[in-house]
């Protein structure tokens, strides 16, 4: 019964929530006039570099020195050699706990905002002051020095009486940190869920209260399916930010201590960029790029079974 | 009767104390999330013995000497002042190619019907999801041969804008113009307006929160690009503040801190108060981005 409302209700919400038709759109050429600049800037600056990182990828190719030979070299270099195997290890650990931590944070917080709070302005400013500002040089500088020996978060800790380690030469804790930095950053995420938060019909909630749900089951069975979309999107864009990770472990712990903060992408920029060794790192970027493009096409393959999407035409196309 | 307002009474105070342990939450995790920032001004203005000797935000003997050391030179052709000079010489330019490149593409793609459209919009949209690190060592290599690294005019960084090649924000502008009804389009072109005009008179103006969401966004991210600067910039006299930051880092770590963080937060004040500034936008710019998706 009570499952039979909930489904009758987002029926009801879908036809809220659904967008009037759409009238014709003008035709001809001069479309793609409009559109030629970026047709010019994707074949040179993105069809360009990755066609030819692929190519590249099976060759010997250095900034210098050019080509002398062809082969899979590379490919068995980046799973044999030790190095960058526990790089890879290591970006999967660093993206395992950044992303479900953000994503949890952002969707907590933004849930208690979406309660009648006075002041929410405040509050989502609050939150989102580190997403801005986390992403610049400044912030890292400022991490090294809260994460000090002597810094302020084993200041606060010796105040309750714990000695807290050395975060930054520790290799058990250094990825800890840089995980930290992009999780303080949930504000983003955050307003993201609140907008999709504030998007369920009040109606359904009244409903399913005098049904008898609690605020759990409310939770579960009405706010978590409407705003799968929302939670999708957060998911893959921050998946695939995580793994492009560099600053954070760049400036503040430069891959140490022990390279256990050693990111694939810095991997590929010290053999790439240092070692002008332009195939093989052109190979690491490739493995981890295959990489992220089957855990992308993996979450669109599995949101067939959990995102719930009230529109068709809200799947993308024109 | 009287037991129906002894419900009612119980029933509002279960409501009090969940809010009350709603703001407790809201106010014990958002002051963890500003106290390291409120540390950090704190500490610009204590001297580098006292900023590793406690939690404290108010310095017990307030200095500037941070701020004095923080306009000198670490020796170079390079310092404070010149580098964040440096790095608008690079955004105001990357935000400006960005709104009228992205315009347009998002008006091709959004007002007009061509062949292959359905073909390119999908090659667009897959460039949502081609990750920059795959690019970075290939561009490096073509910037390279072009001459354009370290280039006086910031070229690498500044002039691909100009191509629309930040899908993010033609894929927000599309998302915008969508919801945009054509019926003013139509009454332009009766008007006896071509598209151009159209586009300037008609789909700008209505597009005008959406363009500055993606100013804004454009200018923060720009801010604070660190990779595209260390890959293409080599001489110390352009480099931009995320450089020079780093740089300072390295050279007073251990000893100068409230230097370093002065220059750290002198560095970025112009984000924090175009931000504060223009929070809003911010806000509607990102939720737009995803939600209409």
């Known amino acids: ?318 | 009767m009287a037991e129906l307002t002894a419900t009612r009474r119980r029933i509002f105070t279960r409501q009090r104390v969940s809010s009350l342990i709603r703001y407790a939450i809201l106010i014990i995790v958002g002051f963890i999330m500003i106290y390291p920032l409120l540390w950090m001004v704190g500490s610009t203005f204590k001297n580098n013995n006292e900023i590793f000797s406690g939690m404290h935000i108010i310095p017990r003997n307030p200095t500037l000497s941070g701020y004095e050391n923080a306009m000198k030179s670490y020796g170079g052709d390079i310092d404070l002042w010149k580098s964040m000079v440096n790095t608008y010489k690079i955004v105001i330019p990357k935000v400006l190619f960005t709104l009228f490149s992205a315009t347009l593409t998002a008006y091709g793609f959004g007002r007009f019907e061509f062949k292959g459209k359905k073909f390119l919009f999908a090659v667009l949209m897959s460039t949502l999801f081609l990750p920059q690190v795959v690019l970075n060592v290939p561009q490096f290599l073509m910037y390279t041969r072009l001459g354009w690294v370290d280039s006086p005019l910031y070229l690498p960084l500044i002039l691909t804008t100009l191509f629309a090649t930040e899908t993010y924000f033609v894929f927000l502008l599309i998302q915008f113009l969508r919801s945009i009804p054509r019926d003013l389009d139509e009454a332009a072109k009766i008007d006896g307006c071509n598209t151009f005009q159209t586009l300037i008179k008609v789909i700008v103006p209505m597009l005008m929160p959406a363009l500055v969401s993606v100013g804004l966004f454009q200018f923060m991210w720009s801010n604070n690009d660190f990779m595209g600067p260390l890959l293409y910039i080599n001489t110390p006299a352009r480099y931009p503040a995320t450089i020079y930051v780093k740089l300072s880092m390295d050279a007073d770590t251990g000893f100068e801190w409230n230097r370093v963080l002065a220059v750290s937060l002198i560095s970025i004040i112009p984000s924090l108060v175009v931000f504060f500034l223009a929070q809003k936008s911010f806000v509607d710019g990102i939720s737009a981005g995803s939600l209409k998706g």
């Open chain 1, 1 to 318: 019964m009570m499952s039979n409302n909930i489904a009758s209700q987002q029926r009801l919400a879908q036809d809220l929530i659904r967008k009037p038709g759409r009238s014709r759109l003008e035709s001809g050429r001069i479309g793609l006039v409009y559109i030629l600049p970026w047709i010019i800037g994707f074949l040179f600056f993105k069809l360009y570099p990755f066609a030819s990182s692929l190519y590249y990828s099976f060759t010997d190719m250095h900034l210098f020195n050019g080509i002398s030979k062809t082969g899979l070299f590379n490919y068995v270099d980046v799973f044999t050699n030790r190095a960058t195997v526990r790089s890879l290890e290591t970006t999967f650990r660093y993206v395992i706990t950044t992303v479900p931590l953000k994503l949890v944070a952002a969707l907590f917080i933004a849930y208690i905002l979406n309660f009648k709070i006075k002041g929410v302005n405040l509050f989502r400013t609050a939150y989102y002051v580190p997403s801005i500002l986390g992403g610049s040089v400044a912030i890292a500088v400022l991490w090294r020095a809260l994460f000090r020996n002597d810094g302020l978060i084993n200041s606060l800790l010796s105040t309750l009486g714990v000695q807290g380690p050395s975060w930054l030469s520790d290799p058990n804790y250094a990825l800890i940190i840089i995980s930290l930095l992009r999780i303080w950053q949930f504000g983003s995420a955050m307003v993201i869920f609140l907008a999709a938060l504030k998007g369920v019909p009040e109606e359904l909630y009244e409903a399913s209260t005098i049904d008898g749900a609690g605020k759990w089951r409310q939770f579960t069975k009405i706010t978590l399916p409407l705003i799968s979309p929302v939670i999708f999107y957060n998911l893959v864009t921050q998946t695939v930010q995580a793994f492009q990770e560099f600053n954070g472990p760049f400036i503040i712990t430069k891959g140490g201590p022990l390279n256990s903060t050693r990111l694939i992408t810095m991997i590929i920029y010290d053999q790439g960029i240092k070692n002008y060794k332009i195939g093989l790192s052109s190979a690491i970027a490739w493995v981890m790029f295959v990489i992220m493009m089957l855990l992308t096409l993996l979450a669109f393959w599995s949101q067939k079974r959990w995102v719930y999407y009230s529109d068709e035409t809200q799947r993308g196309g024109l």
